[in-house]
Nanobody
Framework: QVQLGESGGDSVQAGGSLRLSCAAS????????MAWFRQAPGNGREGVVRINMAGGTTYADSVKGRFTISRDDANDTLYLQMSKLKPEDTAMYYC?????????????????????WGQGTQVTVSS
């Protein structure tokens, strides 16, 4: 069974940077579409960015130009480099994986299209 584990969450000041990691076990990251989601208190889980098997990426408008997803195939790890952080980026961040076409390529990708999830890592941005 696919297992995912996030790390790297922290409390930072607005304008700062963080790098989140998602370690995958029992599978090779390049054989799955992977994504980062986030959920703030009282909100639903929203997609931040995804990367498909070929390396193609889809970013939410709110993070374009500030966040970068990357994948280390040799170490089966997914990363999220976050810069120019804003208080509204405060949330629990989750990585997710799936192989379905809807997860990898659909314009309406969401938490419902991803089957495997990590436990989350908290990011708090203060003003």
């Amino acid at each position: 069974q696919v297992q995912l584990g996030e790390s790297g969450g922290d409390s930072v000041q607005a304008g700062g940077s963080l790098r989140l990691s998602c370690a995958a076990s029992r599978y090779t990251v390049s054989t799955y579409c992977m994504a980062w989601f986030r959920q703030a208190p009282g909100n639903g889980r929203e997609g931040v960015v995804r990367i498909n098997m070929a390396g193609g990426t889809t970013y939410a408008d709110s993070v374009k130009g500030r966040f970068t997803i990357s994948r280390d195939d040799a170490n089966d790890t997914l990363y999220l480099q976050m810069s120019k952080l804003k208080p509204e980026d405060t949330a629990m961040y989750y990585c997710a994986a799936d192989r379905s076409a809807s997860a990898c390529y659909s314009h309406s990708w969401s938490q419902d299209t991803f089957h495997y999830w990590g436990q989350g890592t908290q990011v708090t941005v203060s003003s």
